[in-house]
């Protein structure tokens, strides 16, 4: 059996002076984020911040609000970090051992929490992904032998 969706509640039961005071407030938490990659063009930061602050208020439901975040974050910075040209082998290690399961840890949270993921650990197996992401990166860098 699937887990029942979650909740559909959404920000478009705000007015119209809130949607918008809630809309510029998330593209600048997005745009204060992008700032610390530098690698993202400016003209990017901007379209970005922009693009994600819309569909969080408008067309993300609440109760995904964070994993739709985290995975936005996430994903951005993997993105732009696998396109550094200057970038080692472990950009791509760091992208595949860490930003991925924690996106994934999201969505699983996100999507099953009532129904499945409270049962097993809750929130902590999202909080878990991300030490546990890290260790295995460290330990794949520090044993990683070339040739």
Request: glycine share 6%.
């Amino acid at each position: 059996n699937f887990p029942p969706p979650p909740a559909t509640y959404s920000y478009l039961t705000f007015n119209t002076p809130q949607l918008l005071l809630l809309t510029l407030s998330s593209a600048l938490f997005f745009y204060m984020f992008f700032l610390s990659i530098s690698l993202i063009p400016p003209t990017h930061r901007l379209f970005l911040s922009a693009t994600h602050g819309i569909v969080l208020v408008f067309k993300v439901p609440t109760s995904l609000g964070f994993t739709y975040v985290q995975s936005v974050l996430l994903l951005t910075a993997a993105f732009y970090e696998t396109k550094n040209p200057k970038k080692s082998d472990w950009y791509n290690d760091f992208s595949l051992l860490v930003h991925l399961p924690v996106s994934l840890a999201g969505w699983v949270e996100g999507i099953g929490c009532e129904s499945y993921v409270r049962n097993v650990g809750g929130h902590a197996i999202y909080d878990a992904s991300i030490p546990l992401g890290i260790m295995a990166f460290a330990v794949k860098r520090r044993f990683y032998k070339e040739g």
